[in-house]
Each structure stands twice: as C-alpha cells, then as structure tokens.
C-alpha cells in the first residue's frame, strides 16, 4: 500500500519494473474508508441474493419457471458481488493491478460472463412476464420448467462463449505486454469492431427486446382494467373485480420500476462507452461501472421484494424455520404461520 508521504515522491506499482505504472497515493483514513465501503457493499450483495437463491431452492412451492429465472439472475448478482466488487474494490484502491496478465484475462472474462448472464436473465424474464400476462392460457404449454432450465443453461453457456471470445481476440492474457498499456494495469480493452458488436448484442438488442415487451404488457394490462371496469357497471362481482383491477395496477407499476431500474444502469454506461477516451471520460466510466455492480444488489430488492412470499421466506430463513421436518413442503403463498 502506498500511503501519502511528506516529501510526495513518486511511486510505482512495481518499482523494480521500468514499464511499472505510475501508483496513486492515498491517506490511511482513504484506504480505510474505502475498503471498509467495498466490503459492505460486496457483503451486503451477497447477503441479498444469498437470501433469494435459499429461499426459492428450499420451498418447493417456488419451484416455478419464472422464479428458477429469478434464482439464476440471483446467482450471477450474487458472484458480481463475491467476486468482481472486492476485486474491483482492491484494483481501485490500490490504482494497481497486483494479479499478471493471465488474472487479468481471467478476471475480465469472469466480469463479462457474469454482466452478460445478468442481462441475459432480466431479458427472459421479460420474456416470461410477456407470456404469462398476454397468453395466459398458452402459458403452461409454452413455459415449461425442462424448456426454462434448458434456456438457462444456453443463457450461461453463450455468455461464457462470447466472453471467452472477447477476452482471447482482445488479447487480455498479453496484456503486460502490450506497448500501450504499463506493466500494474488490467484496462478494459476492445477493439472498434468488437466494440460495436458489443453495444448491438449486448445493449441495443437487450433494451429493445425488454421495453417492446413491457410496453406490450402495460397495453394488455391498460385493455384488462377497461374490461374490469365495465364488468364492475354491469356485473354483482364488484369486490372480486376491484382487487384484480388492484392487482393489475400493481403489476404494471412494478414493471415500470423494473424497467426504470435497468435502463438507469446501463444506459449511461453504454452511451459513454461511444464517446472518445479522455480523463473525464475514464473517471465517469469507472463510476458507471460501479452502478452496473450496484445494480446486482438492486436486484433482488427490484425482482424479490415486491412478492410476498419473498417476505414469508425471508422470515423462515432468519428464525431458522427451515431446519423444521418437512419446511419445504410449506406452502409459502398461503403460510402466515
């Protein structure tokens, strides 16, 4: 570590290395704060996700096709959290990268594969949500749990495979050695043209096919309370037909927080990622990066928080109900035990 000295000499990364980069100097009352916010962060990340994947592996009652997509978005939310937010944390509050170039790669690859999974979830979810309110009666056959645990899989697999292609055509294990990069750096590097790949496959397409969906799903909401508030004029069933109108807007408001959410993470990231690299520029994109970090704890608050089993669940997980006989079976919508 490399405290701020009195005489401000200076100071490399590897100081026995000519092609050592340049390290940043910080105060002790920095370091501190800053490893004890990143480690808050990385803990309170896992602690949210951590809480999802138990509850929705523990009650079978949850074993549904759009929750095993909600346990995998929780899966990928929860390694950004032990992985990438703690080495990130170390990478920014050192200004180096202590790892080789082989970690380098590796560490990228692992970021890539972990923010492409999490897109890639939230867009099938989408999918999901799509189905399930526009095609009701087609859902049960065209939402299988075989069909949704095979598209995860794909999910992960694509993710891995693209990434791994990024990371080997970018030369990411080389990067040590590259003249333009220092010998302490671990820089996110791309080309143009994988650059624009990039932003069609893993931005332009993803935002398009999520907000086509929910605009699809607000406008067969929107037709469903106009019908509801017909039946209320001239049907008996006025209780019933006000808590599904209820409900409904319920639904909606929640897919507009969902959406709000999403796009408040990425698109600015991505827009700026367009621009030229200058040092305004590099210190926006680090904090741009961090809120794509952040929105992995944001997740599970976005997509679990809102249901209410998600809330009896967590109660069963913090008083240790679960260790009970048969506390699997319990059914967790209808349980207020």
């Not at 970690?103 to 189905?131: E, H, K, M, P, Q």
């Not at 694509?158 to 050695?177: E, G, P, Q």
Request: glycine share 2%; net charge positive; charged share 15%.
């Amino acid at each position: 570590m490399a405290y701020e000295t009195e005489d401000h000499e200076t100071q490399y990364c590897f100081p026995a290395i000519n092609s050592s980069c340049i390290k940043g100097t910080r105060s002790r009352h920095e370091y501190n704060i800053m490893y004890v916010f990143f480690s808050l962060l990385s803990a309170w990340t896992v602690f949210l996700n951590l809480l999802v994947i138990i509850s929705i592996s523990h009650f079978k009652k949850l074993h549904t096709p759009t929750n095993l997509l909600i346990l995998s978005l929780a899966v990928s939310d929860l390694l950004i959290g032990l992985i990438v937010i703690p080495i990130e944390g170390i990478k920014i509050t050192e200004t180096c990268w202590y790892f080789g170039d082989i970690l380098c790669g590796v560490f990228i690859n692992t970021l890539g594969l972990l923010l492409s999974a999490s897109l890639s979830n939230l867009v099938f979810i989408s999918v999901d949500r799509y189905v399930a309110v526009c095609h009701p009666l087609l859902y049960p056959q065209k939402i299988t749990t075989t069909k949704t645990l095979m598209i995860i899989f794909l999910c992960w697999f694509c993710s891995l495979a693209y990434n791994t292609a990024i990371v080997i055509n970018n030369k990411y294990f080389d990067t040590f050695h590259t003249t333009d990069v220092c010998y302490g750096e671990c820089p996110y590097m791309m080309s143009s043209a994988w650059r624009a790949s990039d932003l069609i496959l893993s931005f332009v397409s993803p935002c398009i096919t999520i907000i086509t969906l929910y605009l699809r799903i607000f406008y067969a909401a929107q037709r469903q309370v106009k019908i509801i508030n017909l039946l209320l004029k001239t049907r008996k069933s006025v209780k019933e037909d006000t808590l599904k109108r209820k409900s409904e807007s319920k639904a909606a408001l929640t897919l507009g927080i969902i959406v709000t959410f999403h796009l408040l993470c990425w698109i600015p990231f991505y827009i700026l990622s367009l621009s030229g690299s200058t040092v305004n520029t590099a210190i926006m994109s680090k904090f741009l990066t961090w809120t794509l970090y952040v929105n992995s704890s944001l997740n599970p608050i976005v997509y679990a928080l809102f249901y209410p089993w998600f809330k009896k669940a967590v109660k069963y997980i913090l008083t240790l109900k679960l260790c009970k006989p048969a506390s699997s079976h319990v059914d967790i919508f209808n349980d207020y035990h």
